[in-house]
């Protein structure tokens, strides 16, 4: 079955940088794209990024443009989001998603998540 | 930008119907997709294409869309069934995902 394992959140001072990781399994990863969506505590979903099944077409939020970015390794069946220049309001809990790659793109499948708290 | 609008609140009876509605400028000209998220779980999808379930979603779950407004059903609802619920969409004009801001189902 598809499982997506993130990993990598922490609890780190605003200005300063992390990379997220989400290792995938029990499905063809080259072939599908991935997003990442986060969630602050008590809010509501925020889609932060999504890369084709390739790593050649990528898009960012407007909140997280020119700070964040998304990346995959297909050889290591990884997805990744580069966060620098952290800001409080970047704090949530960071999913990553499997695409549904057929047809207007969806979150097909959803790892549980790690938390990243940016504070001072 | 592409706004989602979805009511806060909604509460039914169990055994009852639930609606739960998405309002968007020609959202209908659009594929929308719902998400339940439970309380300290990660979503999961339950309708995908305005109308579609994956594996393993009951048949409880329907979905439509027409003019500016997608509506998630739920038939017979359940005490399970309380839980967050978002819809969303891809907008094509600025190459996007979209969620709406989410719908508190209460199970009375």
């Known amino acids: 079955q598809v499982q997506l394992v993130e990993s990598g959140g922490n609890v780190v001072q605003p200005g300063t940088s992390l990379r997220l990781s989400c290792v995938a399994s029990g499905f063809s990863f080259t072939t599908h794209g991935m997003h990442w969506v986060r969630q602050a505590p008590g809010k509501g979903l925020e889609w932060v990024a999504l890369?084709?099944?390739?790593?050649?077409?990528?898009y960012h939020a407007d909140s997280v443009k020119g700070r964040f970015t998304i990346s995959r390794d297909n050889a290591k069946n990884t997805l990744y989001l580069q966060m620098i220049s952290l800001r409080s309001e970047d704090t949530a809990v960071y999913y990553c998603?499997?695409?549904?790659?057929?047809?207007?793109?969806?979150?097909?499948?959803w790892g549980q998540g790690t938390l990243v708290t940016v504070s001072s | 930008s592409y706004v989602l609008t979805q009511p806060p609140s909604v509460s039914v009876a169990p055994g009852q119907t639930a609606r739960i509605t998405c309002g968007g400028n020609n959202i209908g000209r659009k594929s929308v997709h719902w998400y339940q998220q439970k309380p300290g779980q990660a979503p999961i999808l339950v309708v995908y294409?305005?109308?579609d379930r994956p594996s393993g979603i009951p048949e409880r779950f329907s979905g439509s869309n027409s003019g500016n407004t997608a509506t998630l059903t739920i038939s017979r609802v359940e005490a399970g069934d309380e839980a967050d619920y978002y819809c969303?969409?891809?907008?094509?004009?600025?190459?996007?995902?979209?969620f709406g801001g989410g719908t508190k189902l209460t199970v009375l």
């Open positions: 890369i084709s099944y390739d790593g050649r077409n990528k």
């Open positions: 294409d305005n109308g």
């Open positions: 998603a499997k695409d549904n790659s057929i047809g207007w793109p969806h979150c097909e499948n």
């Open positions: 969303q969409v891809w907008d094509d004009y600025s190459d996007h995902v979209v």
